[in-house]
Nanobody, 122 residues
Framework: QVQLKESGGGLVQPGGSLSLSCVAS????????IGWFRQAPGKEREAVSC????????NYGDSVKGRFTISRDNAKNTVYLQMNDLKPEDTAVYYC???????????????WGQGTRVTIDS
């Protein structure tokens, strides 16, 4: 059974950093594009960043450009999201998702993790 599991969320102060991880089990992550998405209460799910299977294509949402960095270690079946200079508006549940095609549209992703909560508050 394909599974994705996020970790690394938590409570940090504005300006702080967090590193999220997305670990895949029961399938080879190296074959899949991975997207990080987030959903805040009362808001639609939005794309944070997406990376192709080979890391040759990377996209970032406008609100996180210059602050977040996506990377992957296919040998470890893991994708990372380094988040710096965090702002209160980054507060959300963060999800990773996998798809065989590179896309940043959440409705095109087939497999999802359960999410990890990120709260930015002083």
């Amino acid at each position: 059974q394909v599974q994705l599991k996020e970790s690394g969320g938590g409570l940090v102060q504005p300006g702080g950093s967090l590193s999220l991880s997305c670990v895949a089990s029961a399938f080879t992550l190296a074959h899949y594009a991975i997207g990080w998405f987030r959903q805040a209460p009362g808001k639609e799910r939005e794309a944070v960043s997406c990376i192709s299977a080979s890391s040759s294509k990377i996209n970032y949402g406008d609100s996180v450009k210059g602050r977040f960095t996506i990377s992957r270690d296919n040998a470890k079946n893991t994708v990372y999201l380094q988040m710096n200079d965090l702002k209160p508006e980054d507060t959300a549940v963060y999800y990773c998702a996998a798809d065989l095609s590179f896309t940043c549209q959440p409705w095109e992703y087939d497999y999802w993790g359960q999410g990890t909560r990120v709260t930015i508050d002083s």
